[in-house]
Every structure is written in C-alpha cells, then in structure tokens.
C-alpha cells in the first residue's frame, strides 16, 4: 500500500528528488499531519536515489527526545563510552559508519529522517551540520505540530532547504487511489463517501477500504464497487493504526483521549477539570484532538473514526465508569445536535437509562441523519405508548431507506394506523406507508382503498365539522391523489388538488404538511405538463417551507427532492437540479450510500439531455448496481434504461445487452418515470438493432393521454431527432413553443433553424444550446451552419461556425480519436454506430451527408470513421468496401 500513498504526488516526488540531486548543499522537509504520507513520500524518494547514493535511516522517537544523540545510537556502537557527550566524537564516528557503506564508490550520503519533530536536539545538531558542510542530503519528515526542530528549521531559513507541505487529498485523487487499491472503477457516489469520511488523509481511506472490504460492505458487482451501509470505526485496520497512536502517548493523555471519544464534543472548561489543561493542550499540540469552533469552544478528537474506534477500545465498565464521572458535569449543558446523539448512545451502549423524551427526539435526528442503527436503537426503547407511534414512523423510514418495504408497512399499521401514526406529521407517514406499498407492488387501487377505510375508521363515528375528521379525510384524499399520480392520470390529479386546496388555512394545525403536499404535486403535474419553470417555483417554495419545519417532518424532503429534481432536469436548469441532488447528502455523507444510485441515475439523465455522453455512460453503469442494493425513490428502471440507451448509443452492445435483459424486474415507480424510462428503452434499441425501436417511438403518443403530454412527448420527439428521424423537427417546434425552460427552448430554435435551412438559425440556435448548457446539440447545431455557410459560398461565417463547433466538442471530453494507421485490432468489432457510419460510406455519402442524416456534427463522423479504419486495417475510404466485405 505505501506505494499508493503516493497517488497523486509526482510533482512533489520530482521537485524533491531534483532538489537532492543538485550541485551544493540540498535537504527537503517534509511536513504534514499523521497519515497524509510524508513517511511513504520519503521511502520513495530513497528508493528513487538508492542507486546513486547512500542511504542512512534516522527514526525520531518521543521516548528518545530527551537521550542526547539517543536516535543515532545505532551508527555508534563503535564510540568509546568517554566519548559518548562529544558532538565532535559523534560526527567523526557517523561519517565513518558512512564511509563503510559507501565502499570507496564515491557515492553521496542521503539520510532519510522520518518524525523530525521527536528529535533531541544533539542529534538535529549534528545533521543540520551535515547538510551545511555539503556533505550529506538530507529527508526530513515532520507533523505541523509541535514541527520541525530549530536546526532544521534554520536550514530552510539560509536557503539549504525546501520545505514541502502535505496536503490532504482531493476527491479525483481519492478516487484514483480507491481504484487502483481495489482493481476496479468506484461508483461516484462511494467515492464522495470515502473522500468525505477520510478527508483525504491516505492512511484513514486505506484503513476505510480494507475493513469496509473485510465486513462486506464495500461489494462489486459488474465491475463496478459500492458501499452497502455506512462506514464505521470498528474494522481492525483502523483499530490497529489508532492503537499504535494511542501507545505513543502518556496515560494522561490516553485517559483524556477516551474522555473525549466517549463524550464529544465536551466543552473545553469541563475537560480542563476533569484531565488537566496541561494534557489537552499536548493533544491539540499532537494533534490528536481539536476545538470545534476556536479556543474555548467545545473539544472532540480530529477525526470522527478514531473516536469511534477509540470507543471499541474501552471496555463497558470503563465507558459506565466514566460517565458516571462526565455525566454530572455534562448535565447542565445545552446540547448540540452531536452532543445529543452521542450521549444517547453513548447511554444505550452503558445499559443507562434515558427519558423517552430524549430517546425520541434522538432517534428522529438519527434517522434525518442516517445513522440508522442508532435511530432503531433509540426508538425502540421508548415505552411510553403516547410516543410509541412517533417512534415506529423513525423505524419505518429507516426499514424504508434500507429497501425493507414490508417492516416499513408493518411498523405503520400497527396500533391506529399510519393516519394516525405520527402526531407530528400524520400525512408524511401515510405517504411513506403508501410509498411502502407501492414499493412492494401493491396495486394503487387496494392502497387507495385501504387509505379511505383507515381514514372512515378513525372519522367516521365523528361529526362532520368536527375538525379533527376533516384532517383525517383530507390527509386520505392527498394519498388518493398521490396515488393518481403514481398511476398517470394527471387530468383527474389536477381536478382533485382543487378541491384538496379549498379550505387550506394558515390556522390549521396540519396546515404546513398539506402546503408542503400541495406544492410537490403541483411540482410534478406542471412537469409533466410542459411548464418546468412554474414547477420549479412551487418546489423552491416547498423546499424553503420544508427547511423551516423540516425538525418534525418525517419523508417530505424524500417526497419533494426527487419532483424538485426532476422539474429542475426538464427546465434545463442543470445547477438547480445539481443542488437539489446535493442536499441528500448535505447533512451526512451516509445520504450518498441510501440515495447514491438515485442521484447518479438523475445526474446521468442530466448529463444526456446535455449531450455529455461519455460523462454520463460513466455514471450510470455504477448507478444500475447501486440501485439493485438501495432504490428508495424509485428509479431502478429509469437508471437501468438511461443505462441501457448511453450504452447502446455509445456502441456497447455486450453491456447493452446486459442491461436489456435486467429490463422488467423491478416493481415500477411512478407513471412520470416509467414513462421516460420507455422511451430511453426504445431509443436504446434502435441505436442497437436499427428498425426495432424507432417506428415505436412514433407511435407510443397514440398508446395513451400521458404520452402526450409536453413533459413526455418532447422527450421523444427529441430521442428520435437524435436518431435522424427529420420528421420530428416540426412537432419539436410545436410542442417546445408551449413549454417553458431552457431545454424546450433550446430544441425548438434548433427544429426552427432546421426546417428554415439558414446557416445564421443554426447559428442562433447553438449559441441559444451553448449558453444553456447543452454543449452536445450545440455541436451538432454550429455543424450544421458550417455546412449551410459552406453551401451558400459565405466562407469566413463557415469557418466561424466550424470554430465553434469544435469549442462546443471540446466541452464535452470525449477521447481522442484514433490514428488511422495504426494497425488494425481485428479482434475489437466496430461499434453499432461506426457500422452505420461506414455503411453510409460505402453507400457513396459524403461525411457531411452522413452527419445530416444521423443529426450528428462532421466532426463525430470523422472520428467513428478514424477509429473503424483503425479496426479494420485500411488508410483509406476508397478501401472501406473491401474491408467490409471481408
């Protein structure tokens, strides 16, 4: 593993190496916190100069920084005892232990010091004097604190040294380490996990993916690694590094360490009494432990999974030992949300005993940060039967989130029903429980029923204007229409969310959860119906609502997100819909292991209404696998079609066909949904068998109302245009003109500039394709004007369009073409794309002929038919026929 510590830094790795390779005297100064790599960095750069020069390991040790000239003992054992306190004596002896290894070779001294900081200051001496006499180089390692020794330091001063600094690493460099430590590509949002939970540091995200691979979380599946449930401290890699930690410090300080562990973060006037401030201002010293906001403010280890393994360390008697210690000192503190939680589990973990109250409250912050053990832990200790339902609805999400659908209706229909399951928020746990239900493929007419009877149960032996009956049914009526929406009858939808908004009244003591209800809906029906911008706006306003109220809401955020998203998505408001996605993972990196295959399924979608093919084909092949695992908004075959249709379109017939046959079996989410995910379906299809999918797409508006909606007919107007079917410019034109949002706008001043012909309506519509984001269509537009300029004789405006044809290409990052004379590779078949491509060829059309017919630019034919001359061995398009043939 020392090796991949080093991803990442070869600019650091040259600089020092050419710095100790010059003329006069050179050292190099490694600085950097525990873990980062500074030791590694320094083997390889020994390991680079091992055959130039020779090298001397001093090791710093705290025990020996009080023993002068203790480090060096090991090059000593030949000093006469008298001479023992003689610096000279010393540098006489350790040159001469250098002259023996070097053999008369006339090789260079390299000494590689590794924790400089722990140096006596004899020893630093006698190296500083080393390096200033040009006799040796020299590799020094160090931690910020307590930092490099004086001597040292005054190297860096006279301009002897350069002083390097370490620093974290970043998230593509977390990502390539994780791969090349597993073999294999990591799904984005695993890899935003261990970058989040390691922070970077290279010996934590080792530890994170050796234990993570030992206890069967981190799996692959279709080459692809993700993470099943959340990272925690307890493997033995991360308890072996934390134990070595904690043995090199004094027991006051390891006794502060587990203090601190047990119940972080602890407010830095009660640590100073209970462990001495002496001893906390050493750890900080170290390192080790941190302020959270400053000096003064509350104390907690540096890192979240060395408590955590910290706390597997101490045994039960101790934790209860010393919190009945803490407790009393703890007591009259205000809680932070951290504080809460910890001290919660930390109880639970003791055998203490918690009000019901605190369990509550604690296990509903537990499970809004998807700490999902401790949430089941806590909610399952409360007794009191007037929140025993509160504490079953935090149960039922979890179970949810977990894909355990039928725990989830289980634990909400348990005592009244889930109408009347959670005071709180009564409609967000019938909503879940309907969700619940779908999830498990119970019809929506059986859901429908149940949730009117369960409403007239608990209603009906009350009058009417009783107002606690009318919440009842109208909490029943929003999962009617939600399930309406489920099943696609948008009209009937609309009509009811008029009568579910007459009589809402800022009064009402359910009034924030209808508001929240009301506006996710109309979120979804305005998409569907073409008018993304207003649909936008009623989700920003349930999201503001939501975050006011969010601390007693259960499943609204999940509710909203996903419409929000998607409303964002057809607006091509790409950043809005990148925000949105972002807020799963804004209070937990655990939200990107639930909903990772989720939001990498929405932000491929995203990605292909773009034009960023290859970008996208990265992130949804990753995100079928994840989906198998954790599917809760329900997007499994949406993900499975965009995946299927990137890779058909890409030319990837194996994983194509793969994909197809894991097409149907997954119970379906919303009509919305499955309605895009048919069309990417048949899309997909046609780019891998032609004939077999196309003919489809023209008909399905005819199959049913939904189909014709703007929402979704756009979609597949769009899908054909980009299989070359011209026929669907018109009606593109027709359907965006009623629609609202940048994506509409964007494909009808493209199907305008295409039926008009003019070179400049090309250009019109790819600056409008560029500046909203679609860099792909833009492409194909600007390709287009070149071609028109070209035809009408107007040469310059041709050659402006090229130039921006080729700006629009370059944003997308796709790969270099191939060298058409390099020899053929018989054994890698042409893509389904480059055999159309070539088969036009063949057939006598010219590239700009082609690239009309396929709505592609010039530029993406040139490079298919680069890389299939590559693939069948031939220079020229006249031998096309012939390769072919054969």
């Not at 050796?210 to 033995?236: C, I, K, P, Q």
């Not at 080729?806 to 890698?828: F, I, K, N, Y």
Request: charged share 25%; proline share 4%.
């Amino acid at each position: 593993m020392q090796a991949e510590h080093l991803v990442g830094r070869d600019a650091e790795l040259d600089l020092a190496t050419e710095i100790l390779r010059q003329e006069g005297a050179g050292a190099v100064l490694l600085v950097a916190d525990p873990g980062i790599g500074k030791t590694a960095m320094a083997a390889e750069i020994a390991a680079r100069l091992a055959g130039e020069m020779v090298v001397m390991r001093v090791h710093g040790s705290l025990a020996l920084s009080a023993v002068p000239y203790g480090v060096l003992a090991p090059y000593l054992l030949d000093l006469p005892v008298e001479q023992a306190t003689s610096p000279v004596a010393i540098l006489r002896e350790f040159w001469s232990q250098f002259e023996k290894r070097r053999g008369g070779e006339g090789a260079r001294l390299l000494l590689i010091v590794d924790d400089a900081h722990d140096l006596d200051e004899g020893s630093t001496q006698i190296l500083a004097e080393l390096v200033t006499a040009g006799w040796a180089r020299l590799v020094a390692t160090s931690r910020p604190r307590p930092g490099l020794p004086a001597a040292l330091l005054q190297l860096w001063y006279d301009g002897l040294a350069e002083r390097l600094e370490l620093h974290p690493l970043d998230k593509e460099t977390v990502t390539e380490l994780a791969e090349k430590t597993l073999g294999g590509t990591v799904m984005a949002s695993a890899a935003d996990v261990l970058h989040s939970v390691s922070e970077g540091n290279p010996l934590l995200l080792r530890c994170l993916l050796d234990d993570s691979r030992a206890d069967g979380n981190l799996v692959r599946r279709n080459g692809v690694w993700f993470l099943t449930h959340a990272l925690t401290g307890n493997g033995e890699g991360l308890a072996e590094v934390v134990r070595n930690r904690v043995l090199r410090t004094s027991e006051a300080e390891r006794e502060a360490m587990y203090v601190i562990a047990l119940s972080e973060p602890v407010p830095a006037a009660v640590l100073d009494t209970q462990v001495g401030r002496d001893t906390v201002r050493a750890l900080m010293d170290s390192r080790l432990v941190l302020s959270t906001n400053g000096p003064g403010s509350p104390v907690k280890l540096w890192h979240p999974m060395y408590s955590e393994a910290l706390r597997q360390i101490v045994s039960p008697a101790r934790s209860l030992q010393i919190r009945q210690r803490m407790v009393q000192h703890l007591h009259g503190e205000q809680p932070t949300a951290e504080g809460l939680l910890r001290m919660v589990s930390w109880a639970l973990d003791c055998g203490a005993d918690v009000d019901d109250e605190q369990l509550l409250q604690a296990a509903f912050l537990a499970a809004k940060l998807w700490q999902n053990p401790l949430a089941i832990a806590a909610a399952r200790k409360v007794r009191s039967d007037a929140l025993r339902p509160r504490a079953r609805v935090v149960m039922a999400m979890v179970h949810y989130n977990d894909g355990d659908y039928r725990s989830a209706v289980k634990l909400l229909e348990e005592g009244n029903g889930f109408l009347d399951a959670d005071p709180s928020g009564p409609l967000g746990a019938g909503l879940l429980w309907a969700a619940s239900r779908a999830a498990i493929g119970d019809p929506s007419a059986d859901i429908v029923a149940d949730a009117r009877a369960a409403a007239e149960g608990l209603a009906g032996g009350l009058p009417k204007t009783d107002p606690v009956a009318g919440q009842v049914r109208r909490h029943a009526l929003a999962l009617e229409l939600a399930a309406l929406a489920h099943e696609g009858h948008y009209q009937e939808l609309r009509e009811g969310l008029e009568r579910f908004a007459e009589g809402l009244g800022t009064d009402q003591p359910d009034f924030v959860m209808n508001r929240l209800f009301l506006l996710a809906m109309q979120c979804e029906l305005m998409t569907v119906e073409g008018q993304a911008v207003q649909a936008l706006e009623a989700g920003r306003e349930a999201l503001v609502l939501l975050d006011e109220h969010n601390d007693d809401l259960v499943y609204f955020s999940d509710f909203i997100l996903v419409r929000y998203a998607l409303a964002a998505l057809e607006s091509g408001d790409w950043a809005a819909a990148e925000s949105a996605l972002h807020r799963y993972a804004a209070s937990s990196a655990m939200g990107l292991i639930i909903f990772g295959g989720d939001i990498q399924a929405l932000k491929g979608m995203s990605l292909l209404r773009q034009g960023r093919l290859e970008q996208a084909t990265a992130l949804l092949t990753p995100a079928v696998e994840a989906l198998r695992v954790k599917d809760p908004q329900r997007l499994r075959s949406l993900g499975n079609a965009l995946a299927f249709y990137a890779a058909a379109k890409s030319g990837d017939a194996e994983l194509a066909q793969r994909l197809a046959g894991e097409q149907g079996i997954t119970a379906p989410g919303g009509a919305y949904v499955e309605a895009l995910a048919e069309l990417y379906r048949l899309a997909g299809h046609e780019h891998l068998k032609k004939g077999s999918g196309l003919e489809k797409l023209r008909n399905l508006p005819e199959t049913g109302h939904l189909q014709q909606l703007p929402g979704v007919l756009l979609q597949n107007l769009v899908l054909r245009a980009e299989l070359g079917d011209l026929q669907a410019m018109e009606p593109i034109k027709k359907t965006a003109s009623l629609m609202a949002g940048a994506w509409a706008s964007g494909w009808q001043s493209l199907a305008e500039a295409q039926l008009g012909g003019a070179g400049q309506g090309f250009v019109n519509a790819g600056n409008l394709l560029a500046a909203a984001g679609m860099p792909g269509p833009a492409a194909v537009a600007f390709d287009k004007a070149a071609v028109s300029f070209d035809s009408e004789g107007k040469r310059p405006e041709a050659r402006q369009a090229a130039v921006l044809r080729d700006v629009s290409e370059a944003s997308l990052g796709d790969a270099l073409v191939h060298d058409p004379q390099t020899e053929a590779d018989r054994s890698v078949p042409l893509t389904r794309r480059e055999q159309d491509i070539v088969a036009l060829a063949v057939s006598g059309l010219t590239d700009r002929q082609i690239a009309e017919k396929l709505m592609v630019s010039v530029r993406t034919v040139e490079g298919h038919l680069y890389r299939s001359y590559a693939k069948l061995g031939i220079r020229r398009r006249e031998d096309l026929g012939a390769a072919v043939r054969h």
